[in-house]
């Protein structure tokens, strides 16, 4: 299932995404929330007359590094042992057809398509067998990073956490299972041209590690996003640029870079 959240004539809710085509989508509307039981209330909207948000508000997005060989090569950096995490904000969520505001003080913006996995319920020290069941679903995140500021402040709050920094999107897909989700391709375009592909097959830590590695250190709690890294080939960004991310089975996460204002 395809799960949105979107409002609509001022109201904001949840909904299941059915039909094929683009331009056929429909949103059944969802009575409660998704994380709990919840039934289908029959009443049905068009996809095209709602506005889509971020599929969830999370608590907190922890983000993995370095976790594909190939990009941590190309930008000079070794591959870790173990996974290696840090924090994007809340505020930094925004959603499909979302404006990613270019800071003020950086001049080198790149894009990172990522894999998210969405957290399903409250958990802390998950064995790796039963990370299945803490696992919601899965949909798309773009890592936008200030990399000059990175490379200049050496740790990444600024870099990567600052305002529009981390689309979520469109939907969160609940129908992968984890084998499923660990061999998707990624890929990201800008204006339309092809700037990164890869799978998720590519991943140094898989989602199993990841989940069991912060849970370790700390309580999920539901609506809670993990990013699992970008493959190779991340870039820079400007104004006016439309960034794309698209992952197999999932489907497109859009956003156009503005200046902040």
């Known amino acids: 299932m395809r799960i949105a959240r979107f409002s609509i004539d001022g109201n904001v809710a949840f909904g299941a ?15 409660g929330i998704p994380f709990a039981e919840f039934e289908l209330s029959g ?15 999370p608590n907190k997005v922890v983000a993995f590094g370095r976790n594909y060989a190939e990009h941590a090569r190309e930008l000079g950096n070794e591959v870790p042992d173990a996974p290696f995490a840090f924090f994007k904000p809340s505020t930094a969520v925004i959603g499909p057809g979302d404006e990613i505001q270019y800071p003020s003080f950086t001049e080198d913006l790149h894009h990172e398509a990522e894999l998210a996995v969405v957290i399903g319920r409250m958990c802390r020290e998950v064995p790796r067998e039963r990370v299945k069941d803490v696992v919601f679903g899965f949909t798309c995140a773009n890592d936008i990073t200030a990399r000059d500021v990175q490379k200049r402040e050496k740790q990444w709050a600024r870099a990567k956490g600052f305002d529009s920094s981390c689309p979520l999107g469109p939907w969160v897909e ?7 989700a660990s061999d998707l391709t990624i890929q990201l375009t ?54 794309a991310v698209t992952i197999e089975g999932i489907g497109t996460l859009t956003n156009k870079v503005v200046k902040r204002g």
């Open 174 to 180: 609940t129908g992968l299972d984890l084998q499923a």
């Open 43 to 57: 009443t049905k909207v068009p996809l095209s007359k709602v506005r889509l948000l971020p599929p969830v508000l």
């Open 190 to 243: 800008v204006n339309g041209e092809q700037r990164q592909l890869g799978r998720t097959s590519e991943m140094i830590h898989c989602i199993e590690d990841l989940i069991v590695n912060i849970t370790e250190a700390m309580t999920l709690l539901p609506g809670d996003v993990i990013l699992t890294g970008t493959p190779a080939g991340v870039g820079p960004l400007n104004v006016g640029d439309e960034v």
């Open 17 to 31: 995404v059915e039909g094929d085509r683009p331009d056929e989508l429909v949103l059944d509307i969802i009575k």
